[in-house]
Nanobody, 122 residues
């Protein structure tokens, strides 16, 4: 699976962005997907995960109620809708894929996109 993340940019506090992650490869529909982020000098952290069917999702406490992960298997794409953005959300956002259930540990993922930068100004 090859992943291409897009949709990042500069937004003011309280604004919204939608990230997309386009996948190539026949195994996308069978893969769980995750969004992670990494701020400067910080560890890569879990943001959201979604099962292969889309029926199961999970979120980090810091984004719960503000971010929504979804996927369209017909388009081989996973999305991260980010609302009510805060300066603390500033980071490079990565999408990742793995076989089996989504996981909170980035080391459990097999495939990674290149990352897209989200900057939230105060």
């Amino acid at each position: 699976v090859q992943l291409q993340a897009s949709g990042g940019g500069l937004v003011q506090t309280g604004g919204s962005l939608r990230l997309s992650c386009a996948a190539s490869g026949r195994t996308f529909s069978g893969s769980s997907m995750g969004w992670f982020r990494q701020a400067p000098d910080m560890r890569r952290e879990f943001v959201a995960g979604i099962s292969w069917s889309g029926r199961s999702t999970a979120y980090a406490d810091s984004v719960k109620g503000r971010f929504t992960i979804s996927r369209d298997n017909a388009k081989n794409t996973v999305y991260l809708q980010m609302n009510t953005l805060k300066p603390d959300d500033t980071a490079v956002y990565y999408c990742a894929a793995r076989s089996g259930d989504y996981h909170y540990d980035p080391r459990r993922y097999d495939y990674w996109g290149q990352g897209t930068l989200v900057t939230v100004s105060s």
